[in-house]
Nanobody, 123 residues
Framework: QVHLVQSGGGSVQVGGSLRLSCAAS?????MAWFRHTPGKQREFVAF????????YYGYFVKGRFTISRDNTKNTLYLQMNSLGPEDTSVYYC???????????????????WGQGTQVTVSS
């Protein structure tokens, strides 16, 4: 059992930056960020392999976000820059402890999820 505890997020103006953190209680393999806005489908945001050697981003990121992880702290990060109103959402971190073969952008790949954190971008 792995617990994921998120921190960061909050409110920021258009063009601002935020950093999300996700601390895992144990060993994880790939980790990812997803977001969910009411009325919309959950969106894949970013993925990092355990080593950080493989990272992938959702199509809408367009170089604005950076995923990283510090395995000495069992913590995943998402640095978000140039935020726009369309980025307003609840962001969730996710972790896998075994590879079930699902794609990195498929929520079914991940066994554990954080509690979610609200990001609000206003003009």
């Amino acid at each position: 059992q792995v617990h994921l505890v998120q921190s960061g997020g909050g409110s920021v103006q258009v063009g601002g930056s935020l950093r999300l953190s996700c601390a895992a209680s144990g060993y994880t393999l790939g980790m990812a960020w997803f977001r969910h806005t009411p009325g919309k489908q959950r969106e894949f945001v970013a993925f990092s392999s355990r080593t950080g050697g493989s990272v992938y981003y959702g199509y809408f990121v367009k170089g604005r976000f950076t995923i990283s992880r510090d395995n000495t702290k069992n913590t995943l990060y998402l640095q978000m820059n140039s935020l726009g109103p369309e980025d307003t959402s609840v962001y969730y971190c996710a972790a896998e402890v075994s590879n079930n073969g699902a794609s990195y952008n498929n929520a079914l790949r991940y066994e554990y999820w954080g509690q979610g954190t609200q990001v609000t971008v206003s003009s």
